[in-house]
């Protein structure tokens, strides 16, 4: 049988030596076994570009830092820009009608975009001497010297830019006198711009400032003892709002000739009842601010004596947009009221708040949950009446256009902060499907193949070539909602940070359901956030009936105390089965045990704060399983801020039946002044290995180490741990650590000096692939470690093995201490790494490819045989035949080899590979904002025919053949017979 | 007496020949006709019964060119051996089609040889013909093209003689300890 093997191996080697070496594809096979969605995430701020001529667009910055320009009509992204994870766009808006003016880090950099093509026009960057707030006016009409300033306050000074080039017209530095600037003003017309801010949160501060140089024209200030909380809200052009430290009076502040008058009234004399968690909504509405405390909102107008009259009184969940200039000098606003599976959207006038300007009420998506943000912007219609159309932002991070009480297209835009992925598999096709249906397929199938045919003997016509092109890409056979053969069809379950669980279809991506999980809904009293999703259930044998489910674990807080939350959700409809949360203990980690119950449920522990494990789910079949198997079961945890690694076992006295007691086996501690945990990795859970032999040159063999319980750890000296550049090379050191998460044993230790972070490392089998910076080189470099066992080593004697004398089989323990040594190689690398992975397949038999996003956000494919640490300068005959690569310094990067290709997975966070059923095929998922599916064959795929292999061509052959084997049959037997009559 | 004379190589080629032959007429043969009472005045006299020095003589001739013939067939393997050798040095020693091709023909062909020794050496059953040296004659020069065969089939590295042949597929060894955690969630 071994032979049987060898031989299938070799000719398996012969046939892929036959092909091509590299990973690409044709053009044409874009689309047949991808698909790339591009997303922009949470929406913070939305201006419109409704101008008349051109196209109608919608300018965002949205909590995923992109700045993108949306179609209007259908929410398709014209242009979109992902900045830096450290660039958070702070405020956006539109200069001189054709540039997006965005202010990002801190109010430290100011850029303008072209607004047709998002091209950047110019770049300013602003340096500040304190930390403050960020604020942008961008003046609509101002013209100083041909110029229109953008005024911009951060870092403690106000600068006042160009708009047509970013260059610095002045700057006035407020950080001498220590005030906290909240609103910059500009009344229209006037060449003052007024600066509004608070001295030691007790003094307010008015300036006016000269447009045209920063001089400082006017100073104003009065001093409040009580202290202010929250921002100051301007009300009219010289009135403003604030409220008290205590929260309880709201001060009105008004400004005239030179004098500050300040106001109080308390809230309680404004809203009746409870005024708990009192705050001034940010919406400015001229003459009108909005409270809201925890029980409602209430409009409070500010007359011009200053006297303060409610308005009215909505509910708390009202949400409020900023007010909208209409032609005539009107004001208008929107609200959006909350009701079951429908929202009320109703648009105001400032000046006539009684009745509704408007007022629609629109379906919604129960899943959707909450509106969170709402923008509006007027149309005039052609009876020469404001229309408006409102963008709103849900509780799930979805955005949405209302238009005329109709939603007029929405965005998924959830889908760009996903967490955690996990997969299912999908139901398996019933028997009995309709004839008609056959028929119906069997006449298309045909019909495509024959146009196939066409195609490959080049008589299609371009319309021909277009059609089979189309019916490549919409094969039915890839969207059904049913399991294949080979396994690409699976459910990406996807956890997103809004609390929202997605199921995608790997064979196009769409959406398949979505819930939003009731137990992860962040209210007003608690946060919260989704932090795992596992596999709860997942039916093989007894339990084929049960649908399979997943297990989301998430926290109800901000802390690592505060307590968890879990559900169980159904993996083909959505539905919430079961929601445990919150649960009294907290959650720090989750750890899926190898065990199942009888019902196929996996048993899982949860560790709180306490270091006390929580089994789950909570059956007695569960326990007894776990009592049974607890002598065996460790964990351990890495406590990155005080270098400590420690180890814990089961305590056989627990609590209760459920939770249980930990006991510290052994602790690991680095030297804090020397070493700081930067990264640890582990092998996934689910990997599967098919052999511990690894067979080299000249017929002989070494023995792997395989264990799953060894974790990766890498550490750099504390003084290194920050940027690249902000430590020497003598100062720096990396040195990595292969540790055995079961006995606390060192297994290997590794130094790199000169060396530093960040660190992204992979394991898998018995290798570790990890990625770091060479100082001394200046150049990022790959090392790879793979660690052998010595203990087997000598299993080498052919008679001992046939007979099956050999100690290969028995289980290990990691308590008998095996004997293991390691080889390793380091290679200098182009690109610096957002993320690694490795590609897995279902027996493991398959080579492997590290999976390595890069900088670019596109996943490279490098063959594992790269980074074999084996590799010689000068191979042996021997090692070549094995396949070994001469030692080369450095990794290529072939272009054909991104497995990406002209896709970009903007934001690229993680890559996750699953294995699907045919063995050559690793199915690969990247998530960052935007979403990448693909299949890749990292030895081709050997066990399948291709996509495109041409059937018809095939039964034309098979049929040609047949017909002339009758022909020269009919013809023998006739010439045989005149020769026997001859 | 029925005779098919082919020798050993004729057979070998001529396997399809004479597997299609559906029926033949030996017209000089005369025993199948013996349940049919012979006609009158016929007598059934053998002419070599009359003289019988002649015909012992002209049956020692026939044995001894039996014994040749049978001696011949039973060197014709050592060709093919010369030539089954010559062709793997042609092949080489890497794996593929074509050397595969070989070092199974080598295999195969002295295995059906040696299915068939019966067969080849019955023409030449004779009761005065000792048959038994060449038939091990011939077991031996197939044997040897067969172990030609084998050992060509070792220096392409096919046979698992090496350590590494029975454990490359040997599934890793169970483990007795699981531990999981890391690093806290956030």
Redesign the interface.
């Known amino acids: 049988m071994?032979?049987a093997?060898?031989?299938s191996l070799?000719l398996l080697l012969?046939l892929s030596s036959l092909l091509a070496p590299s990973f690409s594809l044709f053009e044409d096979q874009v689309g047949l076994m991808d698909w790339h969605q591009r997303y922009i995430g949470k929406v913070k701020h939305a201006v419109f570009h409704t101008q008349k001529a051109g196209r109608k667009r919608v300018l965002v910055s949205t909590e995923e830092n992109v700045i993108a320009s949306l179609d209007l009509r259908r929410g398709e992204i014209f242009w979109r820009h992902v900045l830096g994870p450290n660039d958070v766009v702070d405020k956006i808006d539109i200069a001189l009608g054709k540039y997006v003016i965005t202010l990002s880090s801190e109010g430290s950099i100011l850029r303008a975009w072209n607004l047709p093509d998002g091209q950047m026009v110019w770049e300013s960057f602003l340096s500040g001497s304190k930390y403050s707030k960020a604020l942008l006016t961008v003046p609509s009409n101002l013209k100083v010297d041909l110029d229109s300033p953008i005024f911009v306050y951060s870092g403690g000074c106000l600068h006042a830019i160009s708009s047509i080039d970013g260059e610095y017209l002045w700057k006035k530095d407020f950080a001498i006198e220590s005030v906290d600037v909240h609103q910059l003003i500009l009344s229209g017309g006037s060449d003052v711009v007024h600066a509004v801010g608070v001295t030691d949160s007790s003094q307010f501060d008015t300036y006016e400032i000269d447009v045209k140089n920063g001089g400082l024209l006017k100073h104003t200030s009065a001093s409040f003892p009580g202290g202010v909380y929250g921002e100051i809200l301007p009300v009219s052009g010289d009135r403003f709002v604030v409220l008290d430290a205590s929260r309880s009076v709201v001060l009105l502040i008004t400004v005239n000739n030179g004098a500050t008058h300040l106001q109080q009234t308390h809230v309680s004399d404004l809203i009746h009842g409870s005024s708990e968690n009192t705050v001034i909504l940010p919406s400015k509405l001229s003459g009108i601010f909005s409270l809201r405390t925890d029980s409602c909102i209430v409009f409070v107008k500010v007359t011009d004596e200053g006297k303060l009259n409610v308005m009215e009184k909505v509910d708390k969940t009202v949400v409020v947009s900023d007010a909208l200039a209409l032609s005539e000098g009107e004001q208008a606003f929107a609200l959006v009221q909350q009701g079951d599976s429908k929202i009320e959207l109703s648009v105001r006038l400032v000046h006539d708040m009684s009745s509704n300007h408007l007022k629609e009420t629109v379906k919604m998506d129960h899943e959707r949950g909450f509106v969170h943000k709402i923008f509006i912007n007027n149309y005039v219609r052609t009876d020469r009446s404001h229309g408006f159309r409102a963008l709103i932002v849900m509780e799930d991070h979805s955005l949405l256009l209302l238009q005329q009480g109709e939603i007029v297209w929405t965005r998924d835009d959830g889908l760009a902060s996903v967490i955690d992925v996990t997969t299912s598999e999908l139901p398996v096709e019933k028997i009995g499907v309709s004839v008609a249906k056959v028929e119906h397929s069997l006449f298309e199938w045909l019909k495509g193949h024959m146009l196939k045919l066409k195609g490959t003997l080049m008589l299609a016509t371009p319309d021909e070539v277009a059609a089979i092109q189309q019916i490549r890409l919409q094969s039915s056979q890839k969207n059904k909602m049913t399991r294949d053969h080979n396994g690409f069809r699976k459910l990406l379950i996807l956890l997103t940070r809004a609390g929202k669980l997605y199921a995608l279809h790997t064979g196009n991506g769409r959406v398949v359901w979505s819930t939003l999980l009731q137990s992860l809904r962040t209210t007003s009293q608690q946060q919260c956030a989704g932090?795992?999703l596992r596999q709860w259930q997942v039916p093989h044998h007894h339990a084929l009936d049960n649908n399979p489910s997943v297990l989301v674990v998430g926290?109800c807080g901000l802390s690592?105390t505060s307590p968890s939350a879990l559900s169980i959700v159904d993996a083909y409809t959505g539905k919430e089965l079961q929601n445990l949360g919150p649960a009294e203990h907290s959650?720090?980690?989750?750890?899926?045990?190898?065990f199942r119950d009888s019902t196929e449920q996996q048993l899982h522990?949860l560790?709180d704060a306490d270091k006390r494990a929580h089994l789950y789910p909570t059956t007695p079949e569960a326990a007894s399983i776990f009592q049974r198997?607890s002598e065996?079961?460790?964990?351990?945890?890495?406590?990155?801020e005080a270098g400590i690694l420690r180890?814990?076992g089961v305590k056989k006295t627990h609590s209760s039946e459920y939770s249980f007691e930990a006991r510290n086996l052994w602790s690991i501690v680095f030297p804090a002044e020397s070493e700081k945990i930067i990264a640890?990795v582990?092998r996934k859970?689910n990997e599967v290995?098919?052999?511990?032999?690894k067979?080299i040159a000249d017929?002989?063999?070494m023995?792997?180490y395989?264990?799953?319980?060894m974790?990766f750890v890498a550490t750099v000296s504390p003084k290194a741990s920050g940027p690249i550049g902000s430590a020497t090379p003598d100062e720096s050191v990396l040195v990595v650590y292969l540790i055995d998460?079961?006995t606390g044993r060192i297994l290997h230790r590794m130094t790199h000096l000169g060396s530093q972070g960040p660190v992204h490392a992979v394991l898998s089998e018995n290798w570790v692939v990890y990625h770091y910076f060479n100082l001394r080189a200046h150049r990022y470099e790959m090392s790879v470690i793979e660690i052998y066992d010595q203990s087997r080593a000598e299993?080498?004697?052919?008679l001992k093995?046939?007979v099956g004398k050999h100690n290969?089989?028995?289980?290990?323990?990691?308590?008998s201490r095996p004997e293991v040594t390691t080889k390793s190689q380091s290679y200098f690398f182009t690109h610096s790494v957002k993320a690694i992975s490795v590609s897995s397949t279902a027996k493991g038999i398959t080579s492997k490819h590290l999976l390595i996003g890069t900088i670019g956000d596109q996943v490279l494919a490098l063959d594992k045989r790269f980074v074999d640490p084996r590799r010689s300068l000068n191979p042996t005959q021997a090692e070549k035949e094995e396949g070994l690569l001469p030692l080369t310094d450095a990794l290529p990067i072939i272009p054909q080899s991104y497995v990406t290709h002209a896709f970009k997975v903007e934001g690229l966070r993680g890559i996750e590979t699953i294995p699907a059923k045919l063995e050559s095929t690793s199915l690969v998922f990247a998530y960052g904002v935007d979403l990448f599916y693909t299949r890749i064959a990292p030895s081709k795929t050997y066990d399948s025919l291709t996509e495109d292999f041409n059937y018809a061509l095939l039964l034309l052959t098979i049929v040609a053949l047949v017909i002339a084997i009758f022909v020269t049959w009919v013809l023998s037997e006739r010439k045989d017979l005149q020769d026997k009559w001859r | 007496m029925m005779c098919v004379s082919v020798s050993a190589n004729e057979m070998e080629k001529g396997k399809g020949v004479l597997g299609s032959r559906k029926w033949a007429v030996e017209f000089t043969d005369n025993s199948s006709t013996r349940d049919i009472l012979d006609p009158p005045g016929f007598t059934r006299a053998s002419p070599d019964q009359d003289d019988s020095s002649l015909t012992r003589q002209k049956k020692d001739a026939e044995a001894n060119w039996k014994s040749q013939k049978a001696w011949e067939v039973a060197q014709a393997p050592f060709k093919n051996l010369m030539m089954m050798g010559f062709m793997m040095w042609m092949a080489g020693n890497t794996v593929h089609l074509f050397s595969i091709g070989i070092t199974f023909s080598a295999l195969w062909q002295p295995l059906s040889a040696l299915q068939g020794v019966g067969k080849v050496f019955e023409p030449y059953k004779d009761n005065k013909v000792d048959l038994l040296a060449p038939k091990l004659l011939y077991i031996a020069l197939n044997l040897g093209g067969m172990l030609l065969g084998v050992w060509k089939l070792n220096s392409l590295g096919l046979l698992p003689t090496h350590a590494s042949d029975w454990v490359s597929s040997l599934s890793p060894a169970h483990e007795v300890e699981f531990s999981g955690g890391g690093a806290a969630l956030y």
Do not use: F
């Not at chain 1, 299993?795 to 052919?798: E, G, I, M, P, R």
């Open positions: 071994a032979m093997i060898k031989l070799i012969c932090l795992k926290r690592l959650t720090v980690q989750v750890i899926t045990l190898p522990l560790i198997e065996n079961v460790y964990w351990y945890s890495v406590e990155s180890g814990y640890t582990t859970p290995v098919h052999t511990q032999a067979v017929e002989d063999v023995y792997k395989i264990s799953k319980n974790v998460t079961v299993n080498k004697d052919v093995l046939i290969l089989t028995t289980p290990v323990s990691s308590y």
